[in-house]
């Protein structure tokens, strides 16, 4: 089944979807945030659209892996996604978290090489950065 990562921020909340055989990330959308129950709801359409079984969510720590401010705000949209997965009948699925240091700073250096204008980079930084999270979530599980 497919992994859906998340790359969740205060303002928005960059998506992307794995291929069905969990090779590839490939971004899908950004959420414009308006409230946790709606933002919840549509992350769990997403989930289902996509038929996804695990939700990787990217972990923003600070470089020295301590928690920052950003951190318990993800910790309480993860709670938050759960309850509401629950209350959809959709307890099953796995939420995990990926430590997601430096992914915009990378996601800025892709977009930068691709020449996208600085306009352009700020409206896709945040799924480019959810392709990042579950690229690397992806590629760590083939390990085991």
């Known amino acids: 089944m497919k992994k ?3 790359d969740v921020g205060d303002k928005t909340i960059g998506v992307a979807v794995s291929d069905a055989l969990n090779i590839t990330a490939q971004g899908i959308m950004t959420i414009e ?6 933002d919840t709801t549509k992350v769990v ?15 923003p720590r600070k470089l020295d892996g301590t928690d920052s401010p950003q951190t318990e705000k993800v910790y309480e949209f993860k709670t938050k996604l759960e309850n509401k997965m629950r209350s959809m009948g959709l307890g099953d699925i ?29 409206t896709v930084i945040d799924k480019q950065a959810a392709i990042l999270i579950l690229q690397g979530y992806l590629d760590s599980q083939k390990n085991f």
């Not at 359409?45 to 972990?59: A, F, K, R, S, W």
């Not at 700073?105 to 204008?117: C, K, N, T």
């Open 4 to 6: 859906i990562g998340l």
């Open 33 to 38: 945030r308006i409230g946790i129950k709606k």
């Open 45 to 59: 359409e997403l989930i289902q659209e996509h038929g996804c079984d695990t939700v990787v969510i990217g972990l």
């Open 94 to 122: 796995k939420i995990e978290f990926y430590d997601e240091r430096l992914t915009t700073v990378m996601a800025e250096r892709v977009l930068i090489e691709a020449d996208l204008s600085r306009k352009k980079r700020k």
